[in-house]
Every structure is written in C-alpha cells, then in structure tokens.
C-alpha cells in the first residue's frame, strides 16, 4: 500500500494451481526479485495450508527479517484482551458488543474474509480480471 492508501501491486504469478508448491516458488521468486535483503517486509494473505507452510519455511518473513499476518491466534488474543479491558470499565458494553456475531463485526473472527484492500478485495478483483470473470472498478 503506498502512500495514498492504494494498493500497488508488487508481484503476481498465473500458476496452474494454489498449492504448498507454488507458494514455496512464488515466495521464493519474491525474495529473489523484490525482497532482495530488504528488512521489515509484511506479508498479508489468506490462511491457506500451502501459503502458511511455504512461509514457515521461510527466513524472509520471520522477524526481525519480516513477519506474515495471516489471520492468527494473535488477533484472538488481542480481541479477548480488550473485551476484558471493556468488561471491567463497562459490563453493560461488553454484554452488549458479546451477543453480537463476532464473525460480523470482528477482524479476529471473521476467517480472513474482511481483511480490507490489502487481502482478499484487490487479490480477488486481479484474479477475476486475470481469468476473464470481472472488470476491477
């Protein structure tokens, strides 16, 4: 994302399937081509197996070489930690904000599908125009 907060996309394989391979390959085209040594690099993407375990085998986006968000237990934490904050200062808030669906209102809780710009809306809006399914807006 750049200055603005519009997405540029850095890189983007056509590949015959996604899979642990041709994330392991694309990852590694990335480090190669665009990485390059660079520190602090963040990759977001979704949870899927092959993104998650060619990642793991990854230096580039471990810290303090970079990290990769993907949805976490972290985000989980980090939400039932505020609810707590919110239960002790307003039981009333928390009992309220509690019935509510987290998947419809939560990052933490929504399985990667409202991540915004940065996952799932451009990359989705690419691959549509890329197999010939939609014009981006």
Known sequence: M?????????????????SYASWKWFLQQL?????????GVCLISDRHAGIIKAV????????????HRAGSEYQIRKFNRIME????????AFTFLDRINKEKWTA??????????LTINMSECINGVLKGLVACR
Request: charged share 30%; aromatic share 6%; hydrophobic share 30%.
């Open 56 to 67: 793991n085998e990854s230096s580039e986006f471990v810290p303090p070489n970079g990290v």
């Open 85 to 92: 904050e919110i239960k002790g200062q307003k039981l009333e």
């Open 2 to 18: 750049d200055g603005n907060q519009q997405v540029l996309p850095l890189a983007f394989a056509i590949v015959d399937d996604e």
């Open 31 to 39: 480090s190669r081509h665009v990485i390059r040594g660079r520190r």
């Open 108 to 117: 933490s809780h929504d399985g990667g599908w409202r991540c915004g710009i």
